[in-house]
Structures are given as structure tokens and as C-alpha cells.
């Protein structure tokens, strides 16, 4: 069975990082698309970041850029969020997902078919 684990969430102050991982089992991780998403209290969940399985391919919302980076390691079946220079605006249960092709829109979670359970990162002020 497909199972997404998130972990290194936590608690930082404004300023500091975070390193999210999601480590995938009961598919051929490789062969997949992976992306992060985000969901704050009372807002929908949105895009984060997405890597694709080819080349590596990668895709940000345009509020992460130039602090985030997502990357993976096929040999251990994981994705990673390295989150740099957090703002309290990142704060969000963050959720990896499963790309469910290789042709749709990364940004778009309707086009993810599996979902981990989320990983609460809180930054403070």
C-alpha cells in the first residue's frame, strides 16, 4: 500500500529553517513526481514546491523562491523540504503528495493521488 510519512516539523523562530522530509513506500518511488503543499488554519491548501522524476525538474510558488528547495533521493525513497529564512506566513501543516502523471500541472493538487499526513511548522515572530 502507498504510505507518504512527513517529519521535521516543528517549532522555529522567524528567520530560522526547517528541513522536511517524506519518505515514500509501496510504490516505485523513482518513477514519480512528488510535491509539497501547504495548509494554513481557515485557508485552502496550496502549492509549494514539486520535483519531477525524470530530471529533476523542479517548481516553486513564487512566495518560497530563493528560500526553499525540494530535492529527493531516490535510494532512500525520500523527499526533502529545505526550508531557509522562514517567515511566519510559512506557517502551515505542511503535506507531501504523489504526482499522479507526468503531463498535468505540478501545481495543481487535484492531479496528486496520495497524501501523507502532515507536518505541523510553526514560526514565530
Known amino acids: 500500500q502507498v504510505q507518504l510519512v512527513e517529519s521535521g516539523g516543528g517549532l522555529v523562530q522567524a528567520g530560522g529553517s526547517l528541513r522536511l522530509s517524506c519518505g515514500a513506500s509501496g510504490f516505485t518511488f523513482r518513477l514519480y513526481g512528488m510535491g509539497w503543499f501547504r495548509q494554513a488554519p481557515g485557508k485552502e491548501r496550496e502549492f509549494v514546491a514539486s520535483?519531477?522524476?525524470?530530471?529533476?525538474?523542479?517548481e516553486y510558488v513564487d512566495s518560497v523562491k530563493g528560500r526553499f528547495t525540494i530535492s529527493r533521493d531516490n535510494a532512500k525513497n525520500t523527499v526533502y523540504l529545505q526550508m531557509d529564512s522562514l517567515k511566519p506566513e510559512d506557517t502551515a501543516v505542511y503535506y507531501c503528495?504523489?504526482?499522479?502523471?507526468?503531463?498535468?500541472?505540478?501545481?495543481?493538487?487535484?492531479?496528486?493521488?496520495?497524501w501523507g499526513q502532515g507536518t505541523q511548522v510553526t514560526v514565530s515572530s
Open positions: 503528495a504523489r504526482k499522479m502523471d507526468d503531463f498535468s500541472d505540478y501545481r495543481d493538487l487535484n492531479y496528486y493521488d496520495y
Open positions: 520535483i519531477r522524476w525524470r530530471v529533476g525538474i523542479t
